[in-house]
C-alpha cells in the first residue's frame, strides 16, 4: 500500500504548483491532471486565487505574518509507493486520479502530477482550501486517517499486491497451460490460425477479415475479441499472450519482410544455425526442457526478420534505441497537447452551458467567471472558437495514432533483439547445455534439512 502524508501551504503556492508540474518529473507532463482548473501553474494559481479569496475573504498571495501562522491556503498531499510494487506511472496516476474524486468530490480545485523521476513512484495532489461550493477543507489527524483508507481501498480496487495467480507457462494461466499441453484449448486454435495468417497478410484488419471467412466471429472495439465457430465465449486478442496484441501483431506484420531483396533466405545465417544447434542439443537430451519454448520464440524471430549475425542485431538495437526516444519524445509530446486541449474542452463546454442559463446562482456564478478567465487567456471567446478546439483536438489524436504505433512497435522489437542477443552471448561462452542440465538437476535435488 502507497503511503500518504500531507503539507500545508501558507505561502508560495504559486511555486508549489510549478514544482509538481515539472515536465522533467511527469514525462513533459503527460501524468498530469487538474479538477475545476486546467494543469498550467499559472492557470491553475489564478483559478485557485480566485475561488479562495471570494470564499475566505482574504489574499491568496499575502505575505507570511509576522506574528502567529498564516492562513492555509492550499494543501499539498503525496501518495508514495513502494518500489518492490513494481506499479507502473500509468496506473499510479490513474490510482491517483481515482482517489482525488473519491477523496476530495467534484467540487474540489486539485491539480495533480505523477512525478516518475525517482525510483519510488508518487503522485502528488494541491488541492485549494476551498471548493468552489464554498467548503472548507481542514487538514488534520482525522481527515488524514480518512484519506489513508480511502487511498488503501483504491489501490486494493487496482489491485495492488494481488495474490499471484499460479502459471504453468509465461504468461498463461494454470488451466490454460494444462489445455494446450493437450491441445485443447480455444486460445491455442486461435494462436494457431493467427500464426498461419501473420506471414502473409498486409495488416492487423486483412488479418481479421481472414479469420471472419475462416467461420470466426471478431468484435472490434476498444479491445478486438475474437470466437471460434463452436466456441462459447469470445476472448480478447491480448489475452492470447504478448505476442498477439494488437500492437504486437501490427509490429510482426509490418516486419516480416525485414531485409527482402537485400539478403537471402535461403542463405546460411550463423545465428539461425547457432541458435537451431543450441535447441537440437537441448532435444537430445530432454526434449521437455523449458528453454526451448523460449529458444524456438526466438529462432522465430531470427527466421521472421531474416538476422544473419549478431553484429547485424545490435545494430538494430542501437538503431531502435535511437527511434524508440525519438518516438517516445513526439509521443509525450502529443498526449501532452491532447490532455491540455481536453482539458480546456471541458471547461469551455460548461462554460457556455452556463451562459445559456437565464440566471445562474452564486456558485454557478463563480464558474463561470473562473471559467471566462481561463478560455480567454486561450482565445476562446464564443462557441464558434470552441467548436474549432473541438476540432484541434480531433486532429491532434489523428496525427497522435501512428506516433504511438511506431513506439509500441519500436518497443516490442528492442525487447525482442535484445534477448536474442544476450541469449546468444550466453550460448557462445560454451557449455551452456550442460549448464542448463546441470542447474535442472539442482532444482530436482531433494533439500536435506541441517541437523541440530
Given at each position: 500500500?502507497?503511503?500518504?502524508?500531507?503539507?500545508?501551504?501558507?505561502?508560495?503556492?504559486?511555486?508549489?504548483?510549478?514544482?509538481?508540474?515539472?515536465?522533467?518529473?511527469?514525462?513533459?507532463?503527460?501524468?498530469?491532471?487538474?479538477?475545476?482548473?486546467?494543469?498550467?501553474?499559472?492557470?491553475?494559481?489564478?483559478?485557485?486565487?480566485?475561488?479562495?479569496?471570494?470564499?475566505?475573504?482574504?489574499?491568496?498571495?499575502?505575505?507570511?505574518?509576522?506574528?502567529?501562522?498564516?492562513?492555509?491556503?492550499?494543501?499539498?498531499?503525496?501518495?508514495?509507493?513502494?518500489?518492490?510494487?513494481?506499479?507502473?506511472?500509468?496506473?499510479?496516476?490513474?490510482?491517483?486520479?481515482?482517489?482525488?474524486?473519491?477523496?476530495?468530490?467534484?467540487?474540489?480545485?486539485?491539480?495533480?502530477?505523477?512525478?516518475?523521476?525517482?525510483?519510488?513512484?508518487?503522485?502528488?495532489?494541491?488541492?485549494?482550501?476551498?471548493?468552489?461550493?464554498?467548503?472548507?477543507?481542514?487538514?488534520?489527524?482525522?481527515?488524514?486517517?480518512?484519506?489513508?483508507?480511502?487511498?488503501?481501498?483504491?489501490?486494493?480496487?487496482?489491485?495492488?499486491?494481488?495474490?499471484?495467480?499460479?502459471?504453468?507457462?509465461?504468461?498463461?494461466?494454470?488451466?490454460?497451460?494444462?489445455?494446450?499441453?493437450?491441445?485443447?484449448?480455444?486460445?491455442?486454435?486461435?494462436?494457431?490460425?493467427?500464426?498461419?495468417?501473420?506471414?502473409?497478410?498486409?495488416?492487423?484488419?486483412?488479418?481479421?477479415?481472414?479469420?471472419?471467412?475462416?467461420?470466426?466471429?471478431?468484435?472490434?472495439g476498444k479491445y478486438i475479441s475474437v470466437k471460434a465457430p463452436?466456441?462459447?465465449?469470445?476472448?480478447?486478442?491480448?489475452?492470447?499472450?504478448?505476442?498477439?496484441?494488437?500492437?504486437?501483431?501490427?509490429?510482426?506484420?509490418?516486419?516480416?519482410?525485414?531485409?527482402?531483396?537485400?539478403?537471402?533466405?535461403?542463405?546460411?545465417?550463423?545465428?539461425?544455425?547457432?541458435?537451431?544447434?543450441?535447441?537440437?542439443?537441448?532435444?537430445?537430451?530432454?526434449?521437455?526442457?523449458?528453454?526451448?519454448?523460449?529458444?524456438?520464440?526466438?529462432?522465430?524471430?531470427?527466421?521472421?526478420?531474416?538476422?544473419?549475425?549478431?553484429?547485424?542485431?545490435?545494430?538494430?538495437?542501437?538503431?531502435?534505441?535511437?527511434?524508440?526516444?525519438?518516438?517516445?519524445?513526439?509521443?509525450?509530446?502529443?498526449?501532452?497537447?491532447?490532455?491540455?486541449?481536453?482539458?480546456?474542452?471541458?471547461?469551455?463546454?460548461?462554460?457556455?452551458?452556463?451562459?445559456?442559463?437565464?440566471?445562474?446562482?452564486?456558485?454557478?456564478?463563480?464558474?463561470?467567471?473562473?471559467?471566462?478567465?481561463?478560455?480567454?487567456?486561450?482565445?476562446?471567446?464564443?462557441?464558434?472558437?470552441?467548436?474549432?478546439?473541438?476540432?484541434?483536438?480531433?486532429?491532434?489524436?489523428?496525427?497522435?495514432?501512428?506516433?504511438?504505433?511506431?513506439?509500441?512497435?519500436?518497443?516490442?522489437?528492442?525487447?525482442?533483439?535484445?534477448?536474442?542477443?544476450?541469449?546468444?552471448?550466453?550460448?557462445?561462452?560454451?557449455?551452456?547445455?550442460?549448464?542448463?542440465?546441470?542447474?535442472?538437476?539442482?532444482?530436482?535435488?531433494?533439500?536435506?534439512?541441517?541437523?541440530?
Open positions: 500500500m502507497p503511503y500518504l502524508k500531507s503539507i500545508s501551504l501558507r505561502t508560495t503556492v504559486n511555486r508549489s504548483l510549478a514544482y509538481i508540474l515539472n515536465p522533467d518529473k511527469t514525462e513533459d507532463l503527460i501524468y498530469t491532471n487538474a479538477m475545476n482548473c486546467i494543469p498550467d501553474p499559472k492557470c491553475a494559481y489564478l483559478a485557485m486565487k480566485m475561488v479562495y479569496e471570494q470564499f475566505s475573504g482574504n489574499k491568496f498571495d499575502e505575505p507570511p505574518h509576522k506574528s502567529g501562522k498564516s492562513k492555509v491556503k492550499a494543501i499539498h498531499y503525496i501518495q508514495s509507493f513502494d518500489p518492490k510494487d513494481k506499479i507502473s506511472p500509468e496506473l499510479a496516476h490513474q490510482i491517483g486520479r481515482t482517489f482525488a474524486r473519491k477523496a476530495f468530490g467534484d467540487n474540489c480545485q486539485i491539480v495533480i502530477a505523477t512525478h516518475v523521476d525517482k525510483e519510488h513512484i508518487h503522485t502528488r495532489f494541491i488541492i485549494n482550501a476551498y471548493g468552489i461550493d464554498g467548503r472548507k477543507f481542514n487538514d488534520n489527524l482525522a481527515t488524514r486517517k480518512n484519506l489513508r483508507e480511502i487511498s488503501d481501498r483504491v489501490c486494493l480496487a487496482f489491485g495492488i499486491k494481488p495474490i499471484e495467480p499460479k502459471q504453468g507457462a509465461s504468461g498463461i494461466d494454470h488451466s490454460e497451460w494444462e489445455h494446450k499441453q493437450r491441445g485443447t484449448s480455444w486460445k491455442e486454435k486461435i494462436r494457431s490460425e493467427i500464426e498461419r495468417l501473420v506471414g502473409w497478410v498486409k495488416n492487423v484488419d486483412e488479418l481479421l477479415a481472414e479469420l471472419e471467412l475462416l467461420g470466426y466471429t471478431v468484435r472490434r463452436e466456441q462459447q465465449r469470445a476472448v480478447r486478442l491480448k489475452t492470447l499472450g504478448e505476442d498477439y496484441t494488437v500492437e504486437s501483431l501490427a509490429s510482426r506484420i509490418l516486419w516480416k519482410d525485414v531485409g527482402a531483396g537485400l539478403n537471402n533466405p535461403c542463405e546460411k545465417s550463423a545465428l539461425r544455425d547457432k541458435y537451431s544447434e543450441t535447441i537440437s542439443g537441448i532435444q537430445e537430451v530432454n526434449a521437455f526442457h523449458p528453454t526451448l519454448e523460449q529458444l524456438g520464440t526466438l529462432l522465430s524471430v531470427i527466421n521472421r526478420d531474416r538476422l544473419q549475425s549478431i553484429g547485424e542485431v545490435n545494430g538494430k538495437i542501437e538503431q531502435l534505441k535511437f527511434e524508440l526516444e525519438k518516438s517516445r519524445m513526439e509521443v509525450n509530446t502529443m498526449e501532452t497537447k491532447c490532455n491540455f486541449l481536453k482539458s480546456l474542452a471541458a471547461q469551455a463546454e460548461e462554460y457556455f452551458t452556463l451562459m445559456d442559463k437565464p440566471s445562474l446562482t452564486a456558485e454557478e456564478g463563480l464558474r463561470a467567471e473562473m471559467y471566462r478567465e481561463t478560455l480567454v487567456k486561450q482565445n476562446i471567446e464564443s462557441t464558434s472558437d470552441y467548436e474549432y478546439l473541438n476540432g484541434v483536438i480531433i486532429e491532434t489524436k489523428q496525427k497522435a495514432t501512428p506516433i504511438r504505433e511506431h513506439y509500441n512497435m519500436c518497443t516490442t522489437l528492442l525487447k525482442e533483439y535484445s534477448d536474442i542477443s544476450a541469449t546468444y552471448n550466453e550460448i557462445s561462452q560454451g557449455d551452456y547445455i550442460s549448464k542448463l542440465i546441470e542447474q535442472e538437476r539442482k532444482q530436482d535435488a531433494p533439500q536435506t534439512r541441517p541437523r541440530r
